[in-house]
């Protein structure tokens, strides 16, 4: 069973440049698998959606962007023997890039019936005014939409998404967009600010709302998201689970650069001339001798050698950090070439594997 | 017998179309086999034959498309250099940078102050920096004639600050005491961009220092802060809030009767949306902040006219990877059009290999070589697979009848690091070439990556060494 059987929001958080956007995509595709529909938000304006699988621009609405072939992660990923007959529908991810301003108007056609006097009050800066006098009432809007479609039901009465996935803002500022309530307490003590807000809370507070931080094996992203987990501990918020992504294989550890340092290099560049290893193919090498080409790749192998062993050493000393924060914990590999759809799918298969989904 | 002419001209075709041009401005394409003397210029460039395997090696050498040299040293040398703004997208090494930059001006004899916004705890520590009290304070350890001091913003301070500057006490008690001060002071969301410029702006008109290194705040977008002051200032000091403060004195022209007809709506919108307690927070703090909207507005503008001033130097920090690399075109762009003073990009964490004759092609094909077990086919394999075996296939194939020596297993291993460097050192490449190409005027230098993290002033004086290690 997944991890998170029963959450229906993810909100998935992380320091800047550890890749939370792609994160939430893997998360929203791997939560899609079995026919399933998902929904990805974007709340941060800057169309990282949209970059990210390579299209147009995502309007205020909710547009699909991607689907989830039967057993295609499963296949990729835990080779369950789920078979063709497992499931039959294809799962369906949708994204939505929220416009503040639009969702404003939205929200005050809502209640207040406006019409086309909205379109007047966008065009004298009025959300911009309102939205600056009153710094809670984005994070509202942002979170009242997310929340919004968590709740919404189709046409058959149940919900009309199995989950949804929040690509929020970094790990820094995530508390304090989530805890709307206290944001907004000082602010709007009644009215409908107010009631919103505490509609909001109920859900993020509920057991169907997790949130999710991501990291890299590097001191600062794993300081933060201790940090960051800290701190959402005190605002009461759900802690789901930490994914390190971009996690690189170790190929070679410590001890073994070591013990190539000092009396071992002439053994090494022998190995080296053996393989072919700048020598010129084809001109026979003799055995005992290394060429002079060969030679001088030694020592630069293998100052990339200890670089590498050090890195390891620095991971291993994160991992435990992450692992003392005793939270379901997931890793991603780091695709070389960056991110691609077809890497999407690798890593929502990852995320399935381990049970994020 | 190493690459047909056939793969040359696709290789360089293919150079050319990323953007690269290295490869494929420098050789005719469809050139069998590139001398490879052509590399005497500049540093250890890849022979010929690597450079038209396209894919494994570092193909490039000096061409109309390389990047001018951002000269650093010259930088923050010159006396005339009396602000440098770091900015760039978050995660990039911006914080690490300013901090790095203060500390090589100052031991190259200059008086420097740095402000940073949000520095890792252990990079705050190693510059004495263990309290947020808003004050530069002199950092111990510099070595060389000049003088450091470093501080970390504490934006509600600085707000209050501003406050205190401009109001008599009792007026400044009743100011921060708003809940909507309160909130707009630490919550909103271009508070800290605002007071970040406003603390650079407080810096300068100190004048104790001769050169203010200034970080600016991870942002949701590298512009935020350019925009921010004006916003707020705009804000603090526009009509609308006048207009709300005191809806009754409004009503005295007929063109401002006009206006109050929208006002209304405005007002009554608002009320239902925030509760009418958020208006009245909001007049009272308007009220008492009445006689601060012109300083709010004027210390907006001057800070503005500052970024733009002959003395101030915008550095953009960016790594060599696609998302980094956007955003700092983006900003490049923004800086032209506000006529803001760019000195160039600084790339950092950018990978580079002491060996880059071999290529990742070879190398992989020499450590399969040694992972298999057969050792009598060696010589053979190492040829056979330079017609592109580019499968690396999982490492370690270790079982077989004959065990591999340890020394021949970390050879293979050593290669397989070197091959996954190459591949990385031209990706990199291939990213920086495609900014290169459509700035082609913006120096840049490039900061070969650290292993580890930086969190001591030797870390931040090796990082000043490698920018300016060209």
Redesign the interface.
Known sequence: MPDWEGARLHVVSG????GKTTVAAALAMALAAEGRRTLLIEV???QGIA?LFGIAALPYEERRIASVAPGALGALGARESRGARGAKREGEVFALAIDIEQALLEY?EM??K?GR?GKA?RK???I???T???????DVLLTGKACEAVRRKGPDGRRLYDAVVMDA??T?RVS?FLNINT?VA?????????TQSQAVMRVIRSPETVVHLVTLL????V?ETVDGVADLRTAGLPVGGVIVNMVR?P??DEA??L??EGD?TE??A???A??????R??R??SRKSVPA?TR??V???????R??A??VL?EREQRADVQALDLPTYELPLL???VDLGGLYRLAAALKEQGAA | MSTSPKKAEAAAAAAGKAGAGAAGKAEPSGKAEPSGKAEAAGKAEAPGKAAAAGKGGQAHRRDPLAARQLDVDALIDDPATAIVVCCGSGGVGKTTTAAALGLRAAERGRKVVVLTIDPARRLAQSMGLTELDNTPRVVKGVNGPGELQAMMLDMKRTFDEVVLAHADPERARQIMENPFYQSLSSGFAGTQEYMAMEKLGQLQAEGSWDLIVVDTPPSRSALDFLDAPNRLGSFLDGRLIRILMAPAKVGGRSAMKFLNVGMNMFTGVLGKVLGANVLQDVSTFVTAMDSMFGGFRERADRTYQLLQAPGTAFLVVAAPERDALREAAYFVDRLETDRMPLAGLVLNRVHSTGAPQLTAERALAAAETLESPDQDDAAGAGSKDENGHQNGGPAGSQAGSECRSETELLAAGLLRLHAERVQRITRERRMRDRFVSIYPDVPVVEVPALAGDVHDLEGLREIGERLNQH
């Open positions: 320091k800047g440049g550890t941060e304006e800057r970059e005050l209640f207040y406006l006097a009050l004298v800066g009025f911009d005014f309102a600056t006098i009153a710094p809670g009432l984005r803002p970094p820094g304090r944001e000082g602010l709007a003590r009644f009215g409908p600010i107010f590097e001191e600062m992203p300081q294989p190929v070679l073994a650069v013990a190539a071992h053994e090494l022998l190995a080296l053996d393989a072919g290893v700048g020598a193919p084809g026979g090498s080409a001088k790749l020592e630069p192998l293998l100052a990339q050698g670089e590498h050090a890195r620095l070389a070439g960056g």
